[in-house]
């Protein structure tokens, strides 16, 4: 069984950083997608960045230049490194996954999902 547990989330003011951290496990073999998703109050919840086994990357337009998403494969680590945050970065931050081949992000393609992390930015 998949598990991902996100960590690193937090408080931080304008033009701030924070890293956020999902811890992988489980997957059946070495062919994955991994990703960040993120929802904010009253809103729909919509993708930030994916991560492929292949090591291919896709990031929406809100977030390129602005965060970057890497693995640390020896600690099954995936990484949201967030930098010039502003207040509408506000929200909970998903690290989602799925077997599938292809990685983007489309919502119905992932079927694991962790509990969230909150990402607060103050003006």
């Known amino acids: 069984q998949v598990q991902l547990v996100e960590s690193g989330g937090g408080s931080v003011q304008s033009g701030g950083s924070l890293i956020l951290s999902c811890a992988f496990s489980g997957f059946p073999d070495s062919h994955y997608c991994l990703a960040w998703f993120r929802q904010a109050p009253g809103k729909e919840r919509e993708g930030v960045a994916s991560y492929g086994s292949d090591g291919s990357t896709y990031y929406v337009d809100s977030a390129s230049g602005r965060f970057t998403v890497s693995q640390d494969i020896a600690k099954s680590t995936l990484y949201l490194q967030m930098s010039g945050l502003e207040p509408e970065d506000t929200a909970m931050y998903y690290c989602?996954?799925?077997?599938?081949?292809?990685?983007?992000?489309?919502?119905?393609?992932?079927?694991?999902w962790g509990q969230g992390t909150q990402v607060t930015v103050s003006s």
């Open positions: 989602a996954a799925h077997s599938h081949w292809g990685c983007d992000l489309g919502e119905t393609r992932y079927n694991y």
